[in-house]
Every structure is written in structure tokens, then in C-alpha cells.
């Protein structure tokens, strides 16, 4: 990721994050609509868990520039999430609600470059957590 992206990918999730629980909700709710089969790898309380996708993005975008202090845990993220269940596809289908959500939480906020950059950053971030997962 270049500067650039990593100054609107905080810029733009310190505007989301005041509405973290909306912002959770829409990510959860668009998912489940692109891929119903999803809903059943999640047993337990959707708010806690939508409290849960907060706290890690938010510590993925404070540790864009220093990503490999990070990225251990972004490995057993991954690892764990293939116990879950969770397939290499289904990350594709992540990055769809994801960004849904976050046009939809910044409105024309959500410039090309912020995608650009929203784009880049989920990259890293299913890389590392795929790999950990295919090797699980």
C-alpha cells in the first residue's frame, strides 16, 4: 500500500467508525444477501461478533505502515477461520460486503480512491490470512 492509500484508508474509517454497530450491521446483513450459505458459520451473538470485525479492522488500519507487527495475529486469524469453515472463495465475497459497507457508511466519502485504497488494504490482509489458512 502506498502512503496515500494508508491516509485514506484511516481518514475514511475514522468517519466509520463513529457508527461502528451501522456500519457492522450493513457489512453482516450484505453478506448474508450475497451469500446466505455464510449465516451458518456464525453460532454465537451478531452483535458481539459485529463488535468484534470493528476492533480487528480498526487495528488493521492503525498498523497499515507497520504491518508485519501485525501480521502473526492476522495469520491465526486465518488459521481459525479455516476452522470455522471459511474457504479462499468466500474472502472475495468478504471484500463485496465490505466495501457495500463502507459506500454506503461514507456516501461521496467513498471516492474511487478511497476504494483504491480500501481495495489495497483488504488485499493485504485476505493474503496473509489465506496463506495461514491454505497451510492450516
Known amino acids: 500500500m502506498t502512503e496515500d492509500q494508508i491516509g485514506l484508508v484511516r481518514d475514511?474509517?475514522?468517519k466509520?467508525?463513529?457508527?461502528?454497530?451501522?456500519?457492522a450491521s450493513m457489512f453482516y446483513g450484505r453478506l448474508f444477501t450475497l451469500d446466505p450459505s455464510l449465516k451458518s458459520l456464525f453460532t454465537g451473538d451478531m452483535e458481539e461478533q459485529g463488535e468484534k470485525l470493528m476492533m480487528m479492522i480498526a487495528t488493521v488500519v492503525g498498523s497499515l505502515d507497520?504491518?508485519?507487527q501485525i501480521a502473526p495475529t492476522v495469520r491465526e486469524l486465518g488459521r481459525r477461520h479455516a476452522g470455522y469453515g471459511v474457504k479462499a472463495a468466500h474472502f472475495d465475497t468478504v471484500a463485496a460486503a465490505l466495501l457495500w459497507a463502507l459506500e454506503q457508511g461514507l456516501g461521496d466519502g467513498f471516492t474511487p480512491a478511497v476504494?483504491?485504497?480500501w481495495v489495497a488494504c483488504y488485499g493485504?490482509?485476505?493474503?496473509?490470512m489465506k496463506e495461514a489458512a491454505a497451510s492450516a
Do not use: H, M, N, Y
Open 12 to 14: 475514511s474509517f475514522a
Open 16 to 23: 466509520v467508525a463513529p457508527i461502528a454497530p451501522a456500519a
Open 66 to 68: 507497520r504491518f508485519e
Open 115 to 117: 476504494r483504491d485504497g
Open 124 to 128: 493485504v490482509l485476505s493474503k496473509e
